[in-house]
């Protein structure tokens, strides 16, 4: 039977360097709970070091953690990849590690902070996470669909960062599977900015880097039950699952 389900699709840790250290996972799992989100999504820049330890913080709650990465292509555009898992996740990892240059000051750029799921510090990732890694986006888009995976525009009402806001309009040939907006925009503001990419599905979600922001966007599905499975039939409306925009 189908149910509605609220998702925060892209939130980061205190991996990325924009992040709150106060956005560990048990604190993320604990703010998603308390605030009614059965689905949220990771996505730290360029990497996926935290996601293991969301899921474990979540494991035995009723939150599903959808692995991902927000990844910054050459051309600094935003892009979500979510997987079914995390092995998918730490492949395209290696892909963006082998085209990152540039260390990580933690003075200019901030802590780049790997934990355990109870928020134990157990490194730091010395890379440029916050860069831009040298890979197109066509070439990014189709390494996470080899993966499996969901390649979604990130904050497209944004001008940094958003697709079109980098490139001016989104290229046709690009597979994207959903664009994302943020909580600076309404749904009714999207249609009507956004009418000519109506063939895309859209989504809203909070780009959360403190536990306050964490659901002040947010996505409501159609589902059978909160899974990666789910959610990419809904985005392709399979079955009458569906994304419904309030």
Request: glycine share 6%; charged share 25%.
């Amino acid at each position: 039977m189908l149910r509605e389900y609220q998702a925060d699709l892209h939130i980061h840790t205190c991996l990325s360097p924009c992040g709150e250290l106060e956005m560990h996972p048990a604190a993320i799992v604990k703010a998603a709970i308390e605030k009614k989100i059965p689905i949220i999504g990771i996505c730290d820049h360029n990497s996926c070091e935290n996601a293991v330890a969301v899921i474990e913080a979540a494991d035995g709650k009723e939150v599903t953690v959808i692995p991902g990465i927000e990844v910054t292509s050459q051309e600094e555009v935003h892009i979500c990849a979510l997987f079914e898992s995390v092995a998918e996740a730490l492949k395209l990892q290696q892909l963006i590690y082998d085209n990152l240059d540039g260390e990580n000051n933690p003075a200019v750029f901030g802590m780049q902070v790997v934990v355990e799921a109870d928020g134990t510090v157990s490194g730091f990732n010395p890379r440029l996470l916050i860069g831009a890694a040298h890979l197109t986006l066509e070439r990014v888009v189709k390494a996470i669909h080899a993966l499996k995976g969901l390649a979604i525009a990130a904050h497209i009402d944004r001008e940094g960062f958003g697709i079109i806001g980098q490139l001016g309009f989104i290229p046709p040939q690009l597979e994207l599977d959903a664009l994302e907006i943020s909580y600076r925009m309404t749904w009714d503001e999207a249609r009507i900015r956004f009418r000519e990419y109506c063939n895309y599905p859209l989504l809203r979600s909070s780009d959360a880097h403190c536990l306050d922001a964490i659901g002040r966007a947010r996505t409501t599905f159609r589902l059978e039950e909160p899974s990666f499975a789910e959610i990419c039939r809904a985005l392709k409306g399979i079955n009458e699952r569906s994304v419904i925009r309030l």
